[in-house]
């Protein structure tokens, strides 16, 4: 009876982290959406210690006005899972529209059981 109850359990904990994943995202996504430029970095972490955020005083200079998920590739060797993200904005200033495509690499820290963005920030025009 054990051995029916292995599989489910291991597939609801991957479950349980894809749920996290998509959570995670939003989170990153809608940040960047209402100025939490802060809270946005903080769920950024490169796996490289040395490797470090540029500055995000610029975002003060855009609006982002819409995002939309494109694409997802699946979980790879590493435990990465990569996406790519359009993110609409407008310069302040001028009032331009622009549009951007970024892509963003995920991964997961066991550890702490949370999900990480080791990209940088999106490369808006300011």
Not at 53 to 64: D, F, P, R, W
Request: glycine content about 4%; hydrophobic content about 40%; charged content about 25%.
């Amino acid at each position: 009876m054990l051995i029916i109850f292995l599989p489910a359990c291991s597939h609801m904990a991957e479950k349980k982290k894809t749920d996290n994943l998509e959570a995670t995202q939003k989170l990153f996504w809608k940040s960047l959406r209402w100025k939490s430029y802060d809270s946005a970095a903080g769920l950024i972490r490169f796996k490289n210690p040395a490797r470090k955020l540029a500055s995000i005083e610029g975002l003060n200079k855009i609006t982002v006005t819409n995002y939309e998920l494109v694409s997802t590739a699946a979980v790879t060797e590493d435990g990465v899972v990569t996406t790519h993200v359009v993110f609409d904005y407008v310069q302040n200033d001028t009032g331009r529209v622009y549009q951007i495509i970024h892509q963003e690499n995920w991964w997961y820290e066991e550890a702490s059981q949370r999900w990480y963005l080791a990209s940088d920030m999106p490369d808006f025009k300011y």
